[in-house]
């Protein structure tokens, strides 16, 4: 079931090692926003996106696509990255490998 009252959606800022992002998140590009295709994130950091996430901020700047996105991510100089994400309540999770939930 589609969400599209934007107000249902819950706002969240999500840290992610840069170098995690880079070697577990998937983004692609849907209906206009930059969506979570994919995170295989190691157990330490846990299950941290669910399905249906779109990626709204990268350390509050605004990127129009996902090669926007990725050009931010690695033009940061934090050893975090803040994402802030739209998410449906309720949605399925991307689970880590091995993980408990």
């Known amino acids: 079931s589609q969400v ?11 840290f992610v090692p840069l170098a995690d992002i880079n070697n577990y998140l998937k983004l692609t590009e849907a ?4 969506c ?4 295989a994130g190691p157990l330490r950091l846990g299950c941290l996106f669910k399905h249906g996430d779109h990626v709204v ?13 990725f050009f931010f991510i690695s033009r940061s100089t934090r ?7 739209c998410r ?5 999770t991307f689970h880590a490998k091995g993980c408990s939930c």
């Open 88 to 92: 449906i309540p309720h949605s399925d």
């Open 4 to 14: 599209t009252d934007e107000m249902q959606l819950q706002k969240l800022d999500i």
């Open 57 to 69: 901020a990268v350390n509050d700047l605004q990127p129009q696509g996902v090669e926007e996105a």
């Open 31 to 34: 209906a206009g926003r930059i």
């Open 79 to 85: 050893k975090e990255v803040k994402l802030t994400v």
């Open 36 to 39: 979570v295709s994919q995170w």
